[in-house]
């Protein structure tokens, strides 16, 4: 046997069982039909298209200007809306059990609706990550101008994908919004969850190591440094052990909130409004509105009030 044919024979027996159907059935979501699954490069397309369309010439073509831009507005939200009914459409498909009859026509229109709702939110989304900016441009003085921080920071990029995600995870789209999410995280470091509710005026500052859980909500005017957690303290099981889902288990900020780098707010507690939140500390009770709470010699917390 010569080594052509012996290593032809290993390659066969090696896809066998690769492709062997129970060795799979547990993480691979197969199709009577060949129906859609999500694409991460159609969901990178999404993220793409929807960046140019809410801050053109930032994003993709350099050429946009105020004579075209209608036209270049309109051909991208044409491509938008057919990626997106597309990749809805395989989302909500994903719903449906391994081998389970899917009404793919079905879906494919409820898909349309849920896209064309999205499209129509982007003028309100553009006016909400508007303000974004500017909170994120009057908090940093090193940023030169609000152009400089739509090029170049991080933390509208991550921001931008969380609205994006949002709008989705809010009219019930499964696995989308959580993709677009991700990609933020890989992008940036900044890991905000799709079911987060986050309010105008949101500034993350260097934004490395962010994490906001699921059930946090955010209020007007808050700003956070890098590695702030607002996380879960603890998660309730069923009696078989797994996590019990939907429960609300993560912080409550609220408006003109500071919060310090490398700060973890955990569990469902509240954060009054105009508290300031110092770096290094574990926070697990409620913080009074206009409470300062800062962590000193000796790791002794000082909370005190602070005239607002």
């Known amino acids: 046997m010569n080594k052509t044919y012996r290593n032809e024979d290993n390659l066969k027996q090696a896809v066998e069982m690769l492709a062997d159907r129970q060795s799979i ?6 199709r009577l039909c060949g129906e859609p699954l999500p694409s991460q490069q159609a969901v990178r397309s999404i993220i793409d298209l929807t960046r140019m369309i809410l801050f053109p010439g930032f994003f993709g073509s350099e050429g946009v200007n105020s004579y075209n831009l209608e036209y270049v507005i309109g051909i991208r939200c044409e491509e938008l809306n057919n990626i997106l009914t597309n990749q809805i459409t395989a989302a909500l498909a994903l719903q449906k059990g391994c081998g389970e009859a899917i009404d793919l026509p079905r879906l494919e229109k409820k898909a349309a609706d849920i896209s064309m709702r999205l499209i129509g939110q982007l003028p309100e989304m553009r006016r909400v990550l508007h303000t974004d900016v500017s909170a994120i441009y009057r908090g940093d003085p090193a940023a030169a101008s609000h152009e400089e921080v739509i090029y170049c920071y991080p933390s509208i990029r991550a921001i931008t994908n969380y609205r994006i995600a949002h709008a989705l995870h809010v009219m019930g789209v499964p696995v989308l919004p959580r993709m677009i999410s991700e990609m933020a995280h890989s992008e940036t470091g ?5 079911g987060a509710t986050i309010g105008e005026y949101f500034a993350i500052d260097h934004g490395t190591g962010v994490v906001i859980g699921a ?22 099981c069923d009696p078989d052990g797994n996590p019990i889902k939907g429960i609300d288990r993560h912080p409550i900020i609220g408006d003109d909130v500071v919060i310090y780098s490398n700060a973890s707010i955990l569990g469902r507690i509240t954060i009054g409004n105009g508290a300031v939140i110092g770096g290094n500390i574990w926070v697990t009770e409620d913080i009074a509105p206009g409470e300062k709470l800062i962590q000193a010699k000796a790791n002794n917390i000082l909370r005190f009030k602070q005239d607002i």
Do not use: E, W
């Not at 059935?25 to 197969?30: D, Y």
């Open 190 to 194: 900044i890991d905000i969850h799709p």
């Open 25 to 30: 059935s547990n993480m691979c979501h197969m």
């Open 215 to 236: 059930t946090a909500i955010i209020g007007k005017n808050v700003k956070i440094y890098q590695g702030v957690t607002l996380g879960a303290k603890s998660f309730d």
